[in-house]
């Protein structure tokens, strides 16, 4: 009983793997009971940026993995919508009602604009798309800075929420229940018809094109899809901080970072995008402590003391990244995958 | 015995709208002066744009390889040459214009040379594994950028590098009314020598010949036995080296370099290319000159427009030709 509503709730889409659903669990309740194990803001700000991170990852992914298209735009979705929070709570005074039309004016926007980039773009070639995106983001982020009396400029806004979220505890447990539904949805979608006919046109657009899809609208649903799952990301980054400004939520190196997560956790499979934040986010927090301690092992060595100095840790997510694209393309969760479709293949030979 | 064949019309619209938006400026501006100051740093600016594009659009053309990491051919050139002009400090401190070049060629040498062995290694380790993928050339050449910067930041350190010119360039030269800068008319001048380069090899040279044949059809060059892969190899060297000079000659046009020099001028520089036709020479040429000259015009007579200039004329050229203005590639 329990699988069968299990196997609805994740859409026929198990972890296949009992390494990788271990793993999930044990991010459900450690996301879950955040509050309440770990004590201090500390903890739930880093589980809160886990949280926001996996649906933003994963709605790229929805892009990147499934339809197999490179946008360097996306965390201009995720700003809107959390200059759409900001906006509005800025303008209306703190209640539901700003929340509301902050969403739903971040929804718009962001609609429009992603069927625009879609359609001017997405008809040539892939590379094409890339190029484009890279430009209007950085306009984008020129254009919001510099319409200070709305964004606040480089200052960014600070602004209230209604009473009810006053406390941490219930912010939080908003956000953990939004992220969930999000995710839920995102892989309904992926394992919907429409998400294979995505997986299609990414495998072989002609053949998709020649079988009668029209690729190009296919394209573009999917670019505007990911755009609107990326701004509810931009949504709940801004509910958690109460700030936004142009470094939280649309600088170029949470677009890098999203596309290293996106990556390394496994392209195409949704559940990546979970791994991969929970690593990615623990990473950034702790990796360089514990970079810090391997520091002075090699103190002596010139070039590579700073080479592992912990300011330079991106550099070997650099690295990893530039291996798992040539070596492992389905990154983490398509590694524990792996090892296990490999063993019964090898009981197989083994037992005539 | 065979008949003439057609001359292969030239399409000169295109490289007309140089001259006249520089003409539409004009009465804009109001004053004469000003507009020729305006105009040659606008040159000046479009020629390094192009020097550090026209590398990129090659490599495109003939290989169908767009690498976003070269930003760190133009970030490496940068603080080779900051480093090779900081040890000579004398030299470009001192009253003598001929102590001066005789620091900033080898400076410029010096970025040339490590930036195209940087290319090298580039192409070699990044590149070759992923031809013909082009998620995978996207995702690797991002890689790449990501671990040059860092790399950078690990040699260079991270905060940014002032760089004073030469003693001898500094200031201004009147001509009549109008002040210009010493070093933009270097950058010209220099860019102009780079094209004037890189015309004859492409058009006067059989290594010419075989690079534009090569970019209209490579399968075709292939099958008569040319080696396009080693062709290949040594443009995207020359790429990189071109983006080199291009970034020590940045770096003296901001007087200062930071490590985020290669991302924020990538951006510039895809839309550059994408202006002119993906591989293109020409287009880029044409695509640098009237970036460098709108992001001047548009700059003195209204700042806040000057910041979206560049994205406004990509989407013009687009809508009016939605390859670019040259496009060589068929799709």
Known sequence: ?352 | MTAALPRASFDVLPIALVPLLALAAWPLVGSSSTWLTLTVAGLAMGMIVFIVASGLTLVFGLMDVLNFGHGVFIAFGAFIATSVLGGLADWTGADSLWLNLAALFPAMLAAMALAAALGWAFERVLVRPVYGQHLKQILITMGGMIIGEELIKAIWGPALIPLSLPQALRGVLALGDASVEKFRLLATGLGAVVLAAMLYTLNRTRLGLLVRAGVQDREMVESLGYPVRTLFVGVFVAGSALAGLGGSLWALYQQGVVPQIGAQLNVLIFIVIIIGGLGSTLGCFVGALLVGLLANYTGFLWPKVALFSNIGLMVAVLLWRPRGLYSVTTW
Request: proline share 4%.
């Open chain 1, 1 to 352: 009983m329990t699988d069968r509503l299990m196997d609805r709730l994740l859409s026929h889409d198990l972890p296949r793997s009992r390494a990788l659903a271990l793993l999930l669990a044990a991010v459900l309740l450690g996301l879950a009971l955040t509050p309440f194990v770990f004590p201090g803001t500390q903890a739930m700000n880093v589980a809160a940026k886990v949280m926001v991170f996996i649906v933003l990852v994963a709605s790229f992914d929805l892009l990147l993995g499934y339809t197999g298209i490179v946008s360097f735009a996306h965390t201009m979705f995720f700003g809107i919508g959390a200059y759409g929070i900001a906006i509005a709570s800025t303008r209306l005074g703190p209640g539901w009602l700003a929340l509301a039309v902050g969403v739903a004016a971040a929804l718009a926007v962001s609609l429009l604009l992603s069927l625009l980039i879609g359609l001017f773009s997405l008809r040539v070639k892939a590379i094409f798309f890339a190029m484009i995106t890279l430009a209007v983001a950085s306009a984008f982020l020129t254009l919001a800075s510099q319409l200070s009396d709305w964004t606040g400029g480089e200052d960014g806004l600070s602004f209230r929420l209604p009473e009810a979220l006053s406390d941490r505890r219930a912010s939080y447990y908003l956000l953990f229940g939004a992220a969930l539904v999000l995710v839920l949805a995102m892989l309904r979608i992926v394992n919907s018809p429409f998400g294979r006919v995505l997986q299609a046109i990414r495998e072989n657009d002609f053949r998709a094109e020649a079988i009668g899809y029209r690729t190009v609208v296919y394209r573009t649903l999917s670019n505007v899809l990911s755009a609107l799952f990326a701004t509810l990301a931009g949504c709940l980054l801004a509910l958690w901080l109460r700030y936004n400004g142009p470094d939280t939520s649309l600088s170029f190196e949470i677009m890098l970072d999203v596309l290293l997560i996106v990556v390394i956790g496994g392209m195409g499979t949704v559940y990546g995008a979970v791994v991969g934040s929970l690593l990615f986010v623990l990473a950034q927090s702790q990796l360089q402590n514990l970079m810090a301690l391997a520091a002075p092992l090699v103190g002596g060595v010139p070039l590579l003391s700073t080479l592992v100095s912990p300011e330079r840790w991106l550099l070997w997510l650099g690295v990893l990244f530039v291996l798992s694209v040539y070596h492992f393309p389905n990154g983490i969760v398509g590694r524990l995958r792996a090892r296990r479709t490999r063993q019964p293949v090898q009981q197989q030979k083994e037992t005539p």
